[in-house]
């Protein structure tokens, strides 16, 4: 008869109730032969619903010890925090609501764990394991942007809390998740970035896990912009050079600047009747913004609706992404 692995980890999964909860629970109960203690399932969302969660849990069958907590729409920070912070196994497993654990997830998942414990690797002082994230993409046909995008999770350098695994001694030494980050986006990069300055490292895992992308409307690209907000808070704590040691690439935000800049200043100067400098001014807008269009367009697939898209949120992005990122450097002006 085979001996199950030691149940060592409790499993945290921040939710607003969306449908691929119930895919994500599915898959949990049919790959349950794994080193989890319990399930802390968090809805954030501002109307919690925890008997219809409650539910959900039971239809799926998910043979854990299970809680169901509420913050309130605090955000996906608030939301790991409360559900890591119920629990006491060694080790925290971070899931995002919509992902998919592949099979042979949970007995990967002890595996991983099992190696992070091994003597060498806890005196390396590995402390996170993170999983291997994979995006489906389109085979007929190219992605379209907003898939490109999700589809960066699966070669994105740093510690996604898509699916992370993380001691709890860890999660203690650093206080757990900044919830000054409001959204899901760099809230796993400043966790990475203090657990990295306490001295822990991290040991890439093999389970793997799906991210289908999501369904998003026109202007999502746009929404995105909000989280220059949260880039001026993340320079704030660490430093500008954040990027560099986690392996990020630079962002567009540069680019940006001089688009609106000249934007700005064709508008002014025409109201001022300055028709050269107005002239000027409009002619590197428009060429600017032309080729940021068309940077996007070019991989295609060049739909109709899918080239609408682009370059309305190619005129659009640049003055947001200023407007987001002067909210962030005025909000967080005194942040340390």
Known sequence: ???????????????????????????????????VASLALVDDRPEPDSEDLAKRVAAAGFGRPTS????????PAAARNAGWRSGSAPWVVFLDDDVVPQPG??????????????PAAVGAGVGVVPG??????????????????????ATAP????????????????????????PAAYREDTDLELRLRDAGWTGARGLRLVHHPVGPAGRWASLRRQRGNADDVLLARLHG??????????RGGFGGHLVTAAAGATALTALVARR??????????????????????????????DEVTTMVLTSVAIPPAAVAHRAQGWWRWRAAR
């Open 68 to 75: 169901v907590l509420t913050t309130a729409g605090r955000g």
């Open 158 to 181: 740093g510690w996604l809390t898509a699916d992370l695994a993380v001691r709890r001694e860890a999660l203690e030494e650093v206080g757990g998740l900044d919830e000054r980050f």
């Open 275 to 304: 028709r050269r400098l107005a002239a000027a001014a409009a002619g590197l807008w428009a060429g600017r913004t032309s080729t940021f269009a068309w940077r996007r367009i070019a991989p295609g697939p060049r739909s109709r």
């Open 132 to 153: 291997r994230v994979h995006v489906p993409l389109p085979a007929d046909r190219s992605p379209t942007d907003w898939e490109r995008q999700v589809g960066g999770l």
């Open 105 to 118: 997830w949970g007995d990967g998942l002890a595996a991983d764990l099992a190696a992070a414990d091994a």
């Open 1 to 35: 008869m085979p001996v199950e692995p030691p149940r060592t980890a409790d499993l945290v999964v921040p939710t607003i109730g969306r449908p691929s909860l119930d895919v994500l629970l599915a898959a949990l109960a049919r790959d349950v032969a794994a080193p």
């Open 240 to 249: 500008r050079g954040w990027r560099d040691r986690t392996g990020e690439p």
